[in-house]
């Protein structure tokens, strides 16, 4: 063996037993794993960007008929965008999923600001950046439930803007239209241009791409890298190239860092590579990258390790197992209840769901569609039974969830993956029937059309939040009368101050109540602006819940009074002095 050889062997060793070694003692000490996390996700976050990035590059620089592809449809991804704009202006842009959502734009910030990934939870803003609640002079922090990578791409587009909450939905809207771009591009190449134009209307007839366009959530970005892994896995299988399987790879690195299982995918799609022999492991040992993911992977362990405990608390908390077999049977159960209904309540095209289960009967019972398919080129039986596999676990983790049920606004967004996949089946199968008739083509547009004005109405408007949870419209509330009083800086007393903290400084009441000197203090030297308090005011006795009282050493005047509805309503109130 050569000096060279020996070198490399050393080299690749020491890439890739090290980040074991370090995660293995981070696992001894959660302080220091704590610690990893909170200073060095950033910098782990933004190498993992940039890596997908410049693969993305290599790919259209080293196969043309790709890039002439992507050139050719440029009028196409400018019509989509106006289409996309259009539908998304009539709902305004809010924070829907509450905790989760105002969490991740938490994170964000601190992200974009001190370059941690943690999250204040309470904080004050600091004086002389009154106009800004970036600035905070955290009073308490934790680890974030929820992977890095999207907070990332919102704190990038901190950095260019400065910090707005308002950010995140730039991220999300942009996030929808490369999502229908890259769908309409894939289809177009591998179907037709008809197939392409009908999937993506049905896409966004589901509301609920809409609702999230508009949103916090990751969960666009989710259903983006699992469309563009299943195209990469595509791209590999059919050209067997290098290339191609680097792209894959980084895809299903990314993947890890958006939702907390999506490691079980990037599992089941190796794991299947490996068994039908599809690894090009000749070419593993020559690129720095697959040498490099232990150390990529460390955040992921870190974040792993540290919020498990969470998971334990809410079995504490609900006295149940957050996954089972009885939460499966009974989520299942209301689903085809739902679909049994076909009603437009939900942000679902129900139509789309009933269309596909339609086409795969249709498959079953029609022997010469079933013998094309069984004849296809092994690499796309391969294709499909790996996303099948990828599919149905993704089905049983959602519909396992003890709160999977589909008519729960803050649980719905798990089925935008099943929502997808039935548009694009529904799309190709009235393309399949209807496309060589005369004026087929104009049909099969028709009626995706008019699926989509049945259940555009849905994308107008808040009403499936608004009727399912007095908190959201308690949120909704105090969040616009903040976003009124900007320029101001601000301290708001709340039972939930991280859902406000990233609109200005905010604590609980169980820290406004013993430090109740403190606070006015501040007010009086002209530190704050103003003190407001945000209080739950039950309906039946028009006074704060129990868990809302406020010292009697705080005087306080309504500002601000929501509508009395049913369960509790909003009530600010301004602190002004004895």
Known sequence: MTRKAVLHFIAAAFLILA????????????????????????????????????????????????????????????????????????????????????????????????????????????????????????????????????????????????????????????????????????LKNAVNATAACAAAILIVSHSIFIHNANSGGYDLLYIFLMCLSFISLDYFLTSQKEIAFRFLWINLLLLLYIRNESFIYAVLTFTALFFIKKIPFGHLKEKLIYFCTPLLLLPFIWHKILTYQWILAVRKQYGTSMFGWAHFLKNNIAFIEQLLKADRYLPFAIITFNLSLLCLIWLCVNPSVLQKMISLKKEKIYLYLIAIINFLTSWVAYTSYFWGAISSPPVSRLYMLPALVSSVISALFLTRIFFNLRYGKFLVLLLCSVIFFLYFPNSTNDNFYLEYSPGWRVFKYTSNFLKNNSGKNILLITDKPDRFVIYCGAVSFQYANPNKELILSLKKGHILDEIYVAQKISAISNRPISKNNLDNFYKLETVAEQPKVPVYYARISRVIER
């Open 19 to 186: 980040p074991f070694i370090f995660g293995w003692l981070t696992i001894k000490d959660i302080s220091l794993a704590s610690a990893c996390f909170t200073n060095s996700t950033v910098y782990f976050m933004a190498l993992l960007v940039f890596i997908w990035f410049w693969a993305a590059f290599l790919i259209l620089r080293k196969d043309n008929n790709i890039a002439k592809f992507i050139h050719s449809n440029r009028k196409n991804y400018f019509l989509i965008f106006i289409f996309i704009l259009i539908i998304c202006l009539p709902l305004k842009p809010n924070l829907r999923v509450l905790s989760d959502e105002s969490n991740l734009v938490g994170v964000s910030r601190t992200m974009s600001c001190e370059k941690k990934s943690d999250q204040v939870i309470m904080g004050m803003v600091s004086q002389g950046k009154k106009s800004s609640p970036q600035y905070l002079f955290s009073l308490d922090r934790i680890i974030p439930k929820r992977p890095p990578l999207f907070p990332f791409l919102v704190a990038v587009v901190h950095i260019i803007r400065g910090y707005r909450v308002e950010n995140v939905f730039i991220v999300n809207f942009i996030v929808l239209y490369v999502l229908i771009c890259l769908i309409f591009t894939y």
